[in-house]
């Protein structure tokens, strides 16, 4: 009997953090609190720029635009934000869309599953993704079930189970 496997990504869908950037921008243009903010954001691959006149309210911009992510079922362990910093007459904040897994994250996810899991379990790293393999299909949903309470700052998805 042939090895069963998965992959653990983290994949995030552009078109919906579109989606979830327009629709802040269109509330922070239409929302009285913004008024006289001149509350901005702006889109550009995987960065993300939020502008306003007072630090209170590039805050307040970076909660409306999470509060747009999470009602498109984008995961806010996918956003990376920043501290908001003075930029001339406003205030800035710079976020980005985290993909990929990382090496120390891989890393981890790979000690605890060699750790944790099921002795048949085996895992090994390709790039930003981690590949699961056993002979035993209830070892690696059982594998799933530890990665999914695993305490990791990326999202995780589970794809190619086969």
């Known amino acids: 009997m042939a090895d069963s ?14 989606n979830a950037v327009n629709q ?3 509330e922070l243009s239409q929302r009285y ?3 006289d903010a001149n509350a901005s954001i702006d889109l550009n691959d995987t960065r993300i720029l939020l502008k306003a006149v007072s630090e ?3 805050k307040a911009a970076l909660d ?4 747009k992510l ?10 990376d934000s920043g501290d908001p910093y003075a930029s001339g007459k406003e205030y800035r904040i710079e976020a ?10 891989a890393k981890k996810l790979s000690k605890l599953i060699r750790d944790e899991a099921p002795k048949s379990v085996k895992s090994q790293i390709q790039g930003d993704e981690l590949r699961v393999q056993s002979k035993s299909r209830d070892d690696l949903q059982a ?17 190619n189970f086969r």
């Open 5 to 18: 496997s998965f992959d653990v990504v983290s994949k995030v869908d552009h078109q919906e953090v579109a």
């Open 24 to 26: 802040a921008a269109k």
């Open 33 to 35: 609190d913004f008024k």
């Open 56 to 58: 209170e309210r590039v």
């Open 64 to 67: 409306v635009l999470q509060s």
């Open 70 to 79: 999470i009602r498109r079922g984008i995961s806010l362990k996918s956003l």
């Open 96 to 105: 980005g869309i985290k993909e990929g897994i990382d090496q120390p994250n």
């Open 143 to 159: 594998a799933i079930q530890l990665l999914k309470g695993a305490d990791v700052e990326i999202d995780l998805q589970f794809i």
